[in-house]
C-alpha cells in the first residue's frame, strides 16, 4: 500500500475525485477513528467510518457507518459530458466540471453499533496496516537489460485511513495481508448492511478478520507477495513481451 495523493497533486480527475469526497466525506468528527472510500470502475463509490463513544477513556461503543451513492456519479458525469460535447469529448477539468455543475451527488446512509471489544480489535489491526504504507522502491530493469512494465486495469481503488495516517491500494492480489484488509473493510460495511437480527454472525467473521490480521502484522507478514520472474517455457521477457508485476 502507497500513500493516498495529496489534495495538492495534480490528477486527470482533480474535479470530479473533489466532488466525490464533497458527496462523501463527512465533516470534521472528533469522535472519527477510521475510514475506507471504495471506489470501484463499474459500482457506486462508497464510503465507510467508524465513531468512538468516548476519546478520553476506553470505548464502549462504536458507531459504524456506511454511506453509499445512490446512482453511479462517474456514469452520470460521463453521460452529460457526452451530452454537452458529443461524440468524441474531452475530460479536461472545466469540462468536468461544467458535467458536475449539472448534477447532484446524492447518497444514502446505514448506520449500525459495534461493540467497544469487536471495535478495538477492528481499529488495531487498521492502525497496524496503514502504519506500514510507504513508497515501493520498484526495480524496473534487469541484469540482462530487459525492462518490466507496471499496468493498472480496471478494478477497484481502496483509500484507508485511521490515526493521522492514510494508503491506498488498487484490487490487491489473492491471499496477501493486503486483501485480506480489503477484506476486512468490505465485512465492515456487510456487517452494516446486514439487518439488524442477521449482524451476530457477520460480528464474529469481522472479529476473526481483524484478529488474524493483527497476529500476521506482529510476524512482520510482507503485505504483497513478492514478483516471481516468468518460467524458460513461458518465453524470454523482452521484445514484445513484459513482465508486470503487482507491487501495490
Keep these: 500500500m502507497h500513500?493516498?495523493?495529496?489534495?495538492?497533486?495534480?490528477?486527470?480527475?482533480?474535479?470530479?475525485?473533489?466532488?466525490?469526497?464533497g458527496a462523501l466525506l463527512p465533516e470534521y468528527r472528533p469522535g472519527m477513528?477510521?475510514?475506507?472510500?471504495?471506489?470501484?470502475?463499474?459500482?457506486?463509490?462508497?464510503?465507510?467510518?467508524?465513531?468512538a463513544n468516548d476519546l478520553d477513556g476506553e470505548p464502549t461503543l462504536y458507531r459504524v457507518v456506511l454511506r453509499r451513492e445512490r446512482d453511479s456519479s462517474w456514469e452520470e458525469m460521463m453521460n452529460e459530458?457526452?451530452?454537452?460535447?458529443?461524440?468524441?469529448?474531452?475530460l479536461g477539468e472545466s469540462e468536468q466540471q461544467a458535467a458536475l455543475s449539472r448534477m447532484k451527488i446524492a447518497?444514502?446512509?446505514?448506520?449500525?453499533?459495534?461493540?467497544?471489544?469487536?471495535?478495538?480489535?477492528?481499529?488495531?489491526?487498521w492502525e497496524g496496516v496503514v502504519a506500514r504504507t510507504q513508497y515501493p522502491r520498484e526495480v524496473l530493469t534487469a541484469?540482462?537489460?530487459?525492462?518490466?512494465?507496471?499496468?493498472?486495469?480496471?478494478?477497484?481503488?481502496?483509500?484507508?485511513?485511521a490515526s493521522g495516517q492514510s494508503?491506498?491500494?488498487?484490487?490487491?492480489?489473492g491471499g496477501t495481508l493486503l486483501s485480506d484488509f480489503v477484506q476486512l473493510g468490505e465485512t465492515l460495511g456487510a456487517f452494516v448492511s446486514t439487518p439488524g437480527p442477521q449482524r451476530t454472525s457477520v460480528q464474529r467473521t469481522l472479529a476473526e478478520r481483524a484478529r488474524s490480521l493483527v497476529v500476521r502484522i506482529a510476524r512482520n507478514e510482507s503485505c504483497?507477495?513478492?514478483?516471481?520472474?516468468l518460467s524458460d517455457s513461458m518465453g524470454p521477457v523482452g521484445a514484445g513481451r513484459v513482465a508486470v508485476p503487482n507491487v501495490e
Design 3 to 21: 500513500p493516498s495523493p495529496g489534495v495538492f497533486d495534480p490528477s486527470l480527475l482533480f474535479a470530479y475525485e473533489s466532488a466525490l469526497r
Design 224 to 229: 504483497v507477495k513478492p514478483y516471481e520472474p
Design 107 to 125: 447518497n444514502d446512509e446505514i448506520v449500525a453499533t459495534l461493540d467497544g471489544a469487536t471495535g478495538r480489535l477492528i481499529r488495531s489491526a
Design 33 to 51: 477513528v477510521l475510514s475506507l472510500v471504495v471506489q470501484p470502475s463499474f459500482a457506486t463509490s462508497y464510503l465507510i467510518f467508524l465513531e
Design 167 to 173: 494508503g491506498v491500494t488498487h484490487s490487491p492480489e
Design 81 to 90: 459530458m457526452h451530452r454537452q460535447q458529443g461524440g468524441a469529448f474531452h
Design 143 to 161: 541484469p540482462d537489460g530487459t525492462g518490466v512494465a507496471i499496468g493498472k486495469a480496471d478494478g477497484t481503488e481502496y483509500y484507508f485511513w
